[in-house]
DNA sequence: CAGTGAGCGAGCTTCCGCTTGACTT
């Protein structure tokens, strides 16, 4: 047996560092935290001084046994768990679960893996920091205070089920409050004066600093314009430069990847852990823009060898983040020599912009000359401004460009534009003037990157919670990523071509959103809910301020269970007063009367989302009318006539010959009933007047795509079927579908085989017998399987539900 | 997924942060 055990938190990591010990070492992974608060209400003795109770989870119980066992035969242990807040605890936890012993246990803490790193840190062992150990008490118990007393008053006030946190409330309130402002924007229009100036490669554009808003004023410039002499009246020349952006960190890859390549946060996260399991990047859960003394001389090396000596220059980069920890390096290929890697397309391609962007962080700055040229009109007193730019040196340019979320945005594109050869005094011709009407635009929605990007900025969460984060407001139902259709508007353009000015209307798309993160109903709801009642925790500043609080007690200086009192006292009379006095939340909204009955509309959140009511509820002798809002609209925006619309029912049975076909309008768009089969009308077809040989058609083509997924039917009994799927083969019973058990061939497959394997799978739904039926049905991703391991039952009877 | 929204009430839900698989129709 091996004398040392030595402990890290991820199994890739614990493979390296083997590699660089030799056989006295065994390295092993905690693979992360090995314990957490007990799921119960009693986790936390509050009058004992916040005593907290742990217990190893079930799916780490293997794993803490297995090390148990290690560090019994090892003379030495040395916990290597990463030197931030959690790090420290999870030694701290590494320490009491496996009964180590003082003389016999080492802390060592390093920030990189690599083999000198490694040894230094050997060479200068330290105990177990407690009092950051007690920072993270603090972290764990403020959020397991916050989240649990929280959540359970949204399930009194609001709906069950529901959750808050000091992380995900946060997040939904930003998207909340940006929706709103983007509603309330009111876009305004102004005339944009573009001049083209010369022929054919000679040509360039100058532009009107200013804007006319109204179209009077645009059209007298263009018409003061027609004689007129256009001259340069000035040139200025100057040096710019541009120098290349950090390293990636997490959040920045995960901004980066979403704009270059597409990627959500958690496909980014999927990806690159796919990249440094096997070896290619270093860690991409970090928060540090640092990169070794190794990693910079092979840039160098790269750098030099392949581009030269004058596009090499080292740069060491500050975080800019107040809550960054630093415990890694900054994200950056394990091999600069390695350009390009084997794997998917998804795998290439994020490395490579891993690759470009560490690279380019170890090169020398662009170098560009600008010049500013203005034009003397000589019948206004304005100038038009040109702008070109000349690149001198590329720098590091040559490999890398970051973009920017502002790039859609390209009414300033002749920033980079080149102008010809200038003289001061020169005459120049004018080719065309255009007067074009530009409306200012609101602010933009988050994307899932871009907020991550604000929740960094505001020092909320960390790399390893951005991509669940993300996942839990959209899961919880407060958040929607949608694509939504823009609408089109007009405008108008004024140009003055050959001596003449014309008018003309030209219409655009404006609005229209892709893989944009929208509110729900529920999810405001819940926010200006708990804006009222807990303005303090949903503070943009709450994180903030707390983390100034860990920072002293792992500093020493302030006793943990003093902060947290001191935090807890006023918080939990808060709660309490609010489950006594607040009243039950549904978003409520006044419609005003309805015009042909003179009922009351209204318009609020019910057990299925949110829905349209006319009439009252208490009237006994008539019922009030109901119906269920669509996909786009919300409480807070929908008018009288939209939501009149929503009682309107397209075709009634009835109305077409075949007596068995309605078409209606569902929560998720209109559809044709046929029996009892639904079949969505494609987008572009009105329910209103879609016709019986339409319908018929649209049956038809459902029916021809789902016979051609079709491989084989029973006669034993027609709902059996082999279907062909997106990962190949599957058998398809009624509601259910079954994998085919490995080693089968598909077509070779009995009747009996098919009847006995849906049986199987039946039963397991119904009467979950351990492991494989609870851990198959994780509604979200991230619910732990301790959960669904503990407590199977419940969770197959509330879905059943 | 797909036309419902009463009221009763047992037993359930929920946080953030550290990790990786098993899984997907």
């Known amino acids: 047996m091996a004398k040392n055990l030595l402990i890290v938190e991820s199994p890739a990591k614990a493979k390296t560092i083997e590699g660089y010990l030799g056989k006295d070492f065994t390295v092993k992974s905690s693979y992360g935290h090995i314990r957490d608060l007990v799921k119960s209400e009693d986790a936390i003795d509050i009058p004992n001084n916040f005593a907290q109770r742990y217990e190893v989870p079930a799916d780490k119980k293997q794993i803490v046994s297995e090390l148990k066992k290690l560090a019994k035969e090892a003379e030495m242990v040395w ?347 020169q005459l120049l011709a004018l080719q065309e003037m255009t007067a074009t009407e530009r409306y200012s635009r609101p602010p933009a929605r988050y994307t899932e990157a871009s907020l991550v990007k604000k929740l960094e900025e505001l020092g909320i969460g960390r790399p390893s919670t951005y991509a669940p984060t993300i996942s839990t407001v959209q899961n919880r139902g407060y958040v929607v990523k949608e694509e939504r259709e823009g609408k089109t508007r007009n405008y108008r353009v004024l140009t003055l071509k050959d001596k003449a000015v014309k008018q003309e209307q030209k219409t655009e798309n404006t609005g229209a959103e892709k893989n944009k993160l929208f509110p729900t109903d529920i999810g405001a709801v819940v926010n200006d809910f708990l804006v009222q009642h807990f303005k303090g925790i949903v503070d943009f500043h709450f994180t903030a301020n707390v983390e100034k609080q860990f920072d002293e007690i792992a500093q020493g200086l302030t006793n943990w269970t003093n902060m947290i009192r001191t935090f807890y006292t006023p918080f939990h009379e808060g709660v309490q007063n609010t489950i006594e006095t607040a009243d039950k939340a549904r978003g409520e909204r006044d419609l005003g009367i309805h015009p042909e009955t003179g009922k009351k509309m209204s318009v609020r959140i019910g057990r299925y989302g949110p829905f349209v009511q006319i009439g009252d509820s208490d009237n006994e002798e008539e019922k009030p009318l109901y119906a269920s809002l669509r996909t786009g609209q919300m409480i807070e925006t929908i008018t009288q006539e939209e939501a009149l619309e929503l009682f309107k029912l397209p075709k009634k049975a009835g109305e077409f010959e075949d007596k068995d076909m309605t078409v209606a309008i569902g929560k998720f768009g209109p559809y044709i009933r046929h029996n009892s089969s639904f079949y969505s009308l494609p987008k572009g077809l009105d329910p209103m007047t879609v016709t019986e040989e339409q319908a018929i058609e649209i049956i038809k083509e459902k029916r021809i795509k789902d016979a051609e997924k079709l491989i084989k039917t029973f006669d034993e009994d027609p709902e059996m079927k082999l279907l062909n799927g997106r990962w190949g083969p599957y058998i398809g019973y009624g509601k259910l579908n079954i994998k085919i058990p490995k080693g089968k061939e598909p077509l070779q497959l009995t009747f009996e085989e098919c009847k006995a394997l849906a049986d199987a799978m039946e039963k397991d739904t119904k009467k979950p017998a351990g492991k494989k039926a609870a851990a198959a049905k994780p509604a979200a991703k991230k619910p732990a399987t301790k959960t669904a391991v503990k407590k199977p039952a419940a969770k197959t009877t509330a879905k059943k539900k």
Request: proline share 3%.
């Open 79 to 425: 916990l290597a768990s990463d030197e931030d807040r959690e790090g420290e605890a999870i030694s701290w936890h590494l320490f009491e679960t496996l009964g180590l012993k003082e003389d016999k246990t080492k802390r060592i803490v390093f920030h990189e893996i690599t083999k000198p790193a490694i040894i230094k840190a050997i060479e200068n062992p330290r105990k177990i920091d407690y009092n950051l150990v007690n920072a993270q008490q603090a972290r764990r118990v403020l959020d397991r205070l916050v989240g649990f007393e929280l959540s359970p008053v949204l399930w009194k006030k609001v709906k069950p089920s529901l959750s808050a946190g000091r992380v995900q409330s946060v997040a939904v309130r930003l998207i909340v409050e940006r929706e709103r402002e983007i509603n309330k924007f009111k876009a305004e229009a102004a005339f944009r004066i573009v001049a083209i100036f010369g022929k054919g490669r000679e040509s360039f554009k100058a532009e009107l600093p200013e804007r006319f808003a109204e179209q009077e004023q645009a059209e007298k410039f263009l018409n003061d314009c027609i004689d007129a002499a256009f001259n340069v009246k000035s040139l200025d020349t100057r040096p710019t430069k541009r120098s290349p952006a950090a390293p990636f960190t997490t959040s920045t890859l995960q901004q980066e990847a979403s704009r270059k390549l597409g990627f959500s946060v958690s496909r980014t996260m999927s990806v690159a852990q796919k990249l440094y399991e096997s070896g290619k990047i270093t860690y991409m859960r970090t928060d540090s823009v640092n990169l070794s003394e190794t990693a910079l001389t092979a840039a160098q090396q790269e750098i030099t060898s392949a581009y030269g000596d004058k596009y090499h220059q080292f740069r060491k980069y500050k975080t800019k983040s107040a809550s960054a920890q630093e415990a890694h390096e900054a994200i950056r290929p394990t091999y600069f020599n390695v350009h390009t890697v084997d794997g998917d397309n998804a795998e290439k391609r994020l490395y490579e912009l891993i690759w470009k962007r560490a690279i380019a962080s170890q090169m020398s700055e662009a170098q560009f000359e600008k010049t500013t040229a203005k034009i003397e009109i000589s019948t206004r007193k304005e100038d038009l401004v040109a702008n070109g730019e000349v690149m001198k040196f590329d720098g590091f340019l040559k490999v890398y460009l970051e973009s920017s979320d502002e790039d859609e945005d390209n009414t300033s594109d002749e920033n980079n534009a080149i102008l010809p050869p200038l003289n001061k005094g």
